[in-house]
């Protein structure tokens, strides 16, 4: 009968240690259900250009073609103008009228050459104009421009080359004899689609997209009291847009020194009460009275 209670005993300190050491595990809890990420908006579909409207946007390169130097361009446009004063010198035979235009023409041509300009990190008066975002510095880009003027229209294009080549035209053109109640978007929308068919639209921009050629009209009315229409190769453009992201500068974190003087977590707010009169101090100094005093 002892020797019983003697194994019972430790049979039940046995187990009482042996639960001590290793205490029954508690089961997981549930695995949440993971949430599946949402689904990103399907692409949007580009409207496709008719060939028709294709043809029509085509009429924008106007003679030129993509691929040209700044000399090929500067000649042609050298041609039209010439062809312009012949016709004008015919006309006369007043020999001073003949000088006159031919030294009009002279310096028509001057000053499309003087117009040339490579963008290569100086600032020019370009950077802050209505074609400002249309190039980049220190990317092989350069510029040419060139005042049209035919009749009452007046209007101005801008050659883009990129590696010495033509990619790009921007034309600026003439609003001044719209009256001011349609220069607006959807006057300029319903013109351009008159014309173009319908367009890709965003804010203050239309969008055609072609096979060989991209179009972008832009409402800059506000800005420049303009309207812009611009033509560029696209293949070309994403090789551009390639050398302008390596080429942009690096955006650099605030200085130490600077954060050390930064109000960053909106902490250090003035003394109210110790500057309350600091107002009524600098206009005495100044000859002024301060507020009468509270009775």
Do not use: C
């Given at each position: 009968?002892?020797?019983?209670?003697?194994?019972?005993?430790?049979?039940?300190?046995?187990?009482?240690?042996?639960?001590?050491?290793?205490?029954?595990?508690?089961?997981?809890?549930?695995?949440?259900?993971?949430?599946?990420?949402?689904?990103?908006?399907?692409?949007?579909?580009?409207?496709?250009?008719?060939?028709?409207?294709?043809?029509?946007?085509?009429?924008?390169?106007?003679?030129?073609?993509?691929?040209?130097?700044?000399?090929?361009?500067?000649?042609?446009?050298?041609?039209?103008?010439?062809?312009?004063?012949?016709?004008?010198?015919?006309?006369?035979?007043?020999?001073?009228?003949?000088?006159?235009?031919?030294?009009?023409?002279?310096?028509?041509?001057?000053?499309?050459?003087?117009?040339?300009?490579?963008?290569?990190?100086?600032?020019?008066?370009?950077?802050?104009?209505?074609?400002?975002?249309?190039?980049?510095?220190?990317?092989?880009?350069?510029?040419?421009?060139?005042?049209?003027?035919?009749?009452?229209?007046?209007?101005?294009?801008?050659?883009?080359?990129?590696?010495?080549?033509?990619?790009?035209?921007?034309?600026?053109?003439?609003?001044?004899?719209?009256?001011?109640?349609?220069?607006?978007?959807?006057?300029?929308?319903?013109?351009?689609?008159?014309?173009?068919?319908?367009?890709?639209?965003?804010?203050?921009?239309?969008?055609?997209?072609?096979?060989?050629?991209?179009?972008?009209?832009?409402?800059?009315?506000?800005?420049?009291?303009?309207?812009?229409?611009?033509?560029?190769?696209?293949k070309v453009k994403k090789?551009?847009?390639?050398a302008r992201e390596a080429?942009?500068?690096?955006?650099?974190?605030?200085?130490?020194?600077?954060?050390?003087?930064?109000?960053?977590?909106?902490?250090?707010?003035?003394?109210?009460?110790?500057?309350?009169?600091?107002?009524?101090?600098?206009?005495?100094?100044?000859?002024?009275?301060?507020?009468?005093?509270?009775?």
């Amino acid at each position: 009968m002892l020797l019983r209670r003697v194994l019972m005993v430790s049979l039940l300190a046995s187990s009482t240690i042996a639960f001590a050491k290793d205490p029954p595990k508690k089961a997981p809890p549930p695995t949440k259900t993971a949430k599946a990420p949402p689904k990103a908006p399907p692409p949007k579909k580009l409207v496709v250009v008719s060939a028709d409207h294709k043809k029509s946007l085509a009429e924008l390169y106007a003679g030129f073609k993509f691929g040209m130097t700044k000399d090929e361009v500067i000649a042609q446009l050298a041609k039209a103008i010439d062809e312009k004063y012949d016709q004008q010198l015919k006309q006369t035979t007043d020999v001073a009228q003949q000088d006159k235009l031919r030294k009009m023409k002279k310096d028509e041509v001057g000053q499309i050459k003087a117009s040339y300009i490579e963008f290569n990190g100086k600032k020019t008066g370009w950077d802050v104009s209505i074609v400002e975002n249309e190039f980049a510095h220190n990317t092989g880009e350069s510029m040419l421009e060139r005042w049209e003027k035919q009749g009452n229209s007046n209007q101005r294009r801008f050659f883009f080359f990129y590696e010495g080549k033509l990619w790009k035209m921007f034309v600026s053109l003439d609003v001044s004899i719209l009256p001011e109640d349609k220069k607006n978007f959807p006057t300029f929308r319903a013109i351009m689609e008159g014309k173009y068919g319908p367009s890709d639209v965003d804010v203050g921009l239309m969008s055609w997209h072609t096979d060989e050629f991209d179009v972008r009209a832009q409402d800059k009315l506000k800005t420049y009291d303009a309207l812009g229409i611009s033509i560029e190769d696209n293949k070309v453009k994403k090789d551009l847009m390639a050398a302008r992201e390596a080429k942009a500068p690096a955006k650099h974190e605030t200085a130490s020194v600077i954060k050390a003087v930064i109000d960053e977590d909106n902490s250090d707010h003035p003394d109210v009460k110790a500057n309350s009169n600091a107002v009524d101090s600098v206009i005495k100094a100044q000859g002024g009275s301060g507020p009468a005093p509270k009775k």
